[in-house]
């Protein structure tokens, strides 16, 4: 009973007392704190892998429109954040365009231009000064609204300089605009589209022209020349049309040669001389006018004049000389004129004739489209034919025929249009392609492919995930774990010992020993008699199976 006695805590160097962590309740304590922070680990994990992905809803916006869009998706239970420069509000990417549209529908965001609104609070005994400024206002900020309907504007302002009016011509002034715009993240204006918004911006002032409005982006890069617009440079639009020309040719004298000599085989290169020029002709031209061509007659004037004779008039005076002379009567041969007979001689005669002849003239307007084609220069590459020697197996290379190489250009010339008055000029060669015999180009290997870049990170995510629960499970659980499920697994096979003296266990029987042991011996002769009942029941059904196949009839419940 002394050894009962003795005090717990013994601090004697041969009875040193053990560790918290040593003991079985430090053990479980510490194997439960493992537990937990491999167990947050995990969640951390799986947090971090099904975390969605937010994307930008809206961006640069002013502060009343942000209040109206976090208030909206509020109400719409949608998660929300912003960037870290505060300027764009970020939801999840599945819900962008569903969210986008629904705050349209309520008109957020609203522009921050303010456009012919404006003039609708009008307060009375306005000054024409602020009237003028209002009006410039909205102007501008109906033009900023109509040029971020472009999907590659973000914002705009415009900036309008209307000059006033003046009745003397020489201080007249043109109004100006200058553009600014904030474009999209990578994305760029071509020059058609600056184009568009300049004139827009020139068609919606009195008076204003595109030469001068002034586009900007937000880098300050001038958009708008005014040097191209004038035609001191080359258009854009000029060049794409001559490459497509080109390209097209290009094709059909390909396409018309590849059935003939095989895909690879033929290689064709069009130069096009195109006149955008835009001619307005004139012509007045004047043939001549003299037989034997026919001759038109205008007019046609005809005077004849006779003059009077040199004797004076003779006759009685009186009122018969003075009246007509009567009817003309021949006179009598030898005899003298009768009495009151004036006798005449005639005088000189004058006949002038005028005639006017028309003007053979041709007028000719012609006006000839821009875009025309001056010149073609067609350059065509055929490779040599290549045939197989059955005897030899080999790839014999031997090149056209004259007659071949004639039917080629003839073709090649219809499909280009070839026009010889126009000076067009074509050359087709024959002669071997280096190279076409070798072995066709090796594909990448998988791992190689940027396509399937996307699938490896996600695949490399999931294998850092498995890699990180193997390194929590083998390196910190299972060491932890081990002592434990030592003494769970010898708490199983052992049951414990009940808690007495040494004395005392050595003088009372093993009651469950025993017990365990008859156990045993009882699940023996079960095992035994199991035995020869089915070794009875294998004979009984080899020596008499009638009596086997009645037996299972009742049990079956057959009659």
């Known amino acids: 009973m002394a050894t009962a006695a003795q005090p717990i805590l013994d601090e004697s160097p041969a009875d040193p007392r053990p560790r918290y962590w040593e003991t079985p309740m430090g053990k479980r304590v510490v194997a439960g704190a493992a537990a937990a922070v491999a167990l947050a680990v995990v969640a951390a994990l799986w947090l971090w892998s099904s975390a969605p992905d937010y994307k930008v809803l809206f961006s640069n916006f002013s502060d009343r429109d942000g209040g109206a869009i976090t208030a909206s998706l509020d109400q719409m239970g949608v998660k929300y954040k912003f960037s870290e420069g505060g300027t764009a509000i970020l939801i999840p990417a599945e819900q962008v365009p569903s969210v986008r549209l629904k705050l349209a529908s309520q008109g957020l965001p609203r522009a921050g231009n303010v456009g012919f609104e404006l003039l609708e609070n009008q307060k009375l005994g306005t000054s024409q000064f602020v009237e003028q400024v209002n009006y410039q206002r909205s102007l501008e900020g ?233 010149r073609l220069t067609v350059g065509v590459v055929v490779n040599y034919r290549r045939s197989i020697d059955p ?88 060491p932890l774990l081990r002592p434990v499920m030592k003494q769970f697994d010898k708490a199983v096979e052992m049951p414990p010992e009940p808690e007495a003296d040494e004395e005392e266990e050595a003088a009372e029987p093993d009651l469950d020993a025993l017990s365990r042991a008859a156990r045993e011996e009882e699940e023996k002769k079960q095992v035994i008699i199991y035995k020869s009942n089915m070794e009875m029941a294998k004979s009984l059904a080899q020596n008499d199976p009638r009596i086997v196949a009645n037996v299972i009839k009742e049990w079956l419940g057959a009659e």
């Open 142 to 374: 109906e033009l900023a609204n109509s040029i971020q309907a472009v999907s590659a504007v973000a914002s705009a302002r415009v900036h309008l300089a209307m000059p006033k009016p003046s009745v003397f011509v020489r201080d007249q002034q043109k109004p100006t605009a200058s553009v600014l715009l904030n474009l999209q993240p990578g994305r760029a204006l071509d020059q058609a589209q600056v184009s568009a918004i300049v004139h827009l911006v020139a068609s919606s002032v009195p008076e204003l022209t595109p030469s001068n409005v002034t586009v900007v982006d937000q880098n300050g890069t001038l958009l708008s020349d005014t040097a191209a617009r004038n035609g001191k440079q080359l258009d854009p639009n000029q060049l794409k049309y001559v490459e497509a020309l080109q390209a097209n040719i290009v094709k059909q004298v390909e396409s018309m040669i590849a059935p003939i000599v095989g895909q690879a085989n033929v290689r064709a290169e069009a130069t096009a001389e195109v006149d955008f020029a835009q001619v307005d002709t004139a012509a007045e031209m004047y043939k001549p006018n003299s037989p034997p061509e026919p001759q038109a007659i205008r007019s046609q004037q005809t005077s004849e004049q006779t003059g009077p004779g040199s004797q004076n008039p003779s006759g009685i005076p009186g009122a018969l000389s003075n009246q007509p002379p009567g009817a003309a009567t021949a006179p009598i041969e030898g005899g003298a004129p009768a009495a009151g007979q004036q006798q005449t001689t005639s005088g000189p005669t004058s006949k002038n004739a005028t005639t006017n002849y028309e003007v053979d003239k041709t007028l000719r307007f012609e006006q000839k489209p821009m875009g025309g084609i001056k």
């Open 391 to 478: 005897k030899t197996g080999k790839v014999a290379i031997k090149p056209l025929s004259a007659a071949e190489v004639a039917q080629i250009n003839d073709l090649v010339k219809q499909a280009m249009g070839y026009n010889q008055a126009r000076g067009d000029t074509l050359n087709v060669a024959n002669a071997p392609f280096d190279g076409i015999d070798k072995p066709a180009e090796v594909q990448p290997e998988w791992w190689k492919d940027q396509n399937n870049l996307p699938l490896a990170k996600e695949i490399a995510k999931y294998l850092f995930i498995a890699l990180v629960l193997a390194f929590l499970w083998y390196r910190i659980l299972r």
